[in-house]
């Protein structure tokens, strides 16, 4: 089963690379649904604490409106998938201004290579700008990349799990041998 597993995951990888889109508006849906129900169990919260919360009309309110946004998102994932090429790229934008913040407190610390750690938060903003502003599809197409490409290796860790588990297997049966010679040899002496 891991084996079949495994090659459908590796399958649904390489589909999220070939297509990008549909893997954004897939994204979206997903997201939608945990909205949905991160929502009903903010419900629960709310219907278990709202005698004892002064605030459970806030609690309330926050399930619903998870709940109303993730149907939204479901039902109509496309402007989520629109927007998460633009998310993706000021989250690659906002960790590089942190890398170069970073590498400068690093300096003061007194850390000789604190440069390098510059240099790198400079390139990730400038990917980040380049993915915002120059080219939004490279930012679609990253994301797709980098689902899929997680696929894979989920599906190949299914093979090396299989793998794994046969040499195991194998080496469990040679040291069962090797105890029923030894409890062989035993019974052998005791007679």
């Keep these: 089963m891991l084996c079949l597993g495994g090659i459908a995951l590796v399958t649904l990888g390489v589909l999220c690379i070939a297509y990008p889109g549909d893997t954004l508006v897939s994204l979206a849906w997903v997201f939608g649904l945990m909205l ?19 605030f459970s009309g806030l609690t309330f309110l926050a399930a619903l409106m998870q709940v109303v946004l993730g149907v939204a998102i479901i039902l109509m994932p496309a402007p989520l998938a629109v927007a998460l ?5 000021f989250w690659v934008l906002y960790e590089g201004v942190n890398l170069l913040l970073d590498s400068f407190n690093y300096k003061r610390l007194g850390f000789s290579k604190w440069w390098i750690l510059c240099l790198l938060g400079v390139l990730v903003i400038c990917a980040g700008c380049y993915g915002m ?29 299989v793998a794994a588990y046969n040499r195991v297997e194998r080496r469990l049966g040679r ?15 005791v007679k």
């Design 36 to 54: 949905v129900i991160t929502g009903c169990s903010t419900f629960g919260v709310w219907a278990t604490l709202r005698h004892i919360n002064p």
């Design 85 to 89: 090429p633009f998310i993706f790229a």
């Design 133 to 161: 502003f120059c080219n939004p599809a490279a930012s679609a197409k990253t994301i797709a990349w980098l689902v899929g490409l997680g696929i894979i290796a989920d599906g190949i860790g299914n093979w090396i799990k």
């Design 175 to 189: 040291l069962a041998d090797q105890i029923h010679q030894v409890l062989d040899i035993d019974a052998e002496e």
